[in-house]
């Protein structure tokens, strides 16, 4: 048997714990779990990992203030942020009232706004950020976010300037400036910009950042039985693929040689 990586995988979700961990081994990792700080802590201290997940808020503590504590600690090693989503297969079937409620036809869009959903994909990230601000008094971390899209950069801009250094990128030529000065506490990545996709921005950050935390959004898709859980990208890189890379800029091997 050829060379596993091990991970260490923090979530404190049992179900989607026990989803990705299996999702790992599948792709030819080991995977080990932890379910709050305390248990990261010890199992980083008694066995060595090549990467670790992190789920953008844990039980006890929010991984922005995390990473950081590892760094003081000494202990350094790329770490993947998942920012989840739950979705499920069967929505709840709901009475329908008929003062209040819309007629919607099958096939028609959903009266939903889009800024509504756009918001809804950047709070939990902005809460994550702020909790960690709040805890580590004096903590002004520098933040890269890379967005195409206006509004949800400007909500993430307007939400945090107060609280963090901020550096913004939309194009591809912006992320190589940014990248210039590659010091960041967290990297913030969108699935896509314009002129370049999530994978080979992921490629980018992980070769010119290797210590930079960097925070992916997943979704994991309930089955109407509430038993089956499929990991994957929203519309950017999987965990599995963010994951390779990470650990290929980390042992520093060609990229032509990852196959």
């Known amino acids: 048997m050829g ?13 989607l714990r026990t989803r990705l961990s299996e999702s790992l081994e599948q792709a030819g990792f080991w995977a080990d779990t ?32 995390l990473t950081r504590e590892l760094r003081v600690l000494g202990l350094h090693l790329p770490i993947l942020v998942i920012s989840v989503h739950a979705e499920s297969r069967r929505e709840p079937r709901l009475a329908r009232h008929p003062d209040v409620d819309l007629e919607l036809r099958e096939g028609a869009p959903h009266p939903e706004p889009d800024w509504v959903r756009k918001a809804a994909d950047q709070a939990r990230t902005i809460f994550a950020v702020k909790t960690a601000c709040q805890r580590l008094r004096g903590f002004r971390p520098r933040i890269l976010h890379i967005e195409a899209d206006r509004f949800s950069a400007g909500l993430v801009k307007a939400a945090l300037r ?17 990248l210039d000065d590659p010091c960041f506490d967290l990297a913030l990545l969108s699935p896509a910009l314009e002129d ?64």
């Open 34 to 65: 932890a379910r709050s700080t305390r248990e990261v802590l010890k199992k980083l201290g008694t066995r060595q990992y090549a990467a670790m997940t992190l789920n953008m808020l844990l039980a006890d503590q929010d991984a922005l203030s």
């Open 162 to 178: 107060s609280s963090v250094d901020l550096v913004q990128a939309r194009h591809a030529h912006e992320l190589d400036r940014a």
């Open 3 to 15: 060379y596993r990586p091990r991970i260490l995988v923090s979530e404190h979700d049992p179900r």
């Open 196 to 259: 370049i996709d999530g994978e080979a921005m992921l490629h980018c950050i992980a070769a010119r950042c290797p210590e930079t935390p960097i925070v992916v959004r997943a979704r994991y898709t309930l089955c109407g039985d509430g038993h089956d859980i499929r990991v994957e990208g929203q519309g950017g890189p999987s965990v599995v693929t963010a994951l390779r890379a990470l650990l290929l800029h980390a042992l520093q091997v060609p990229q032509r040689a990852q196959a």
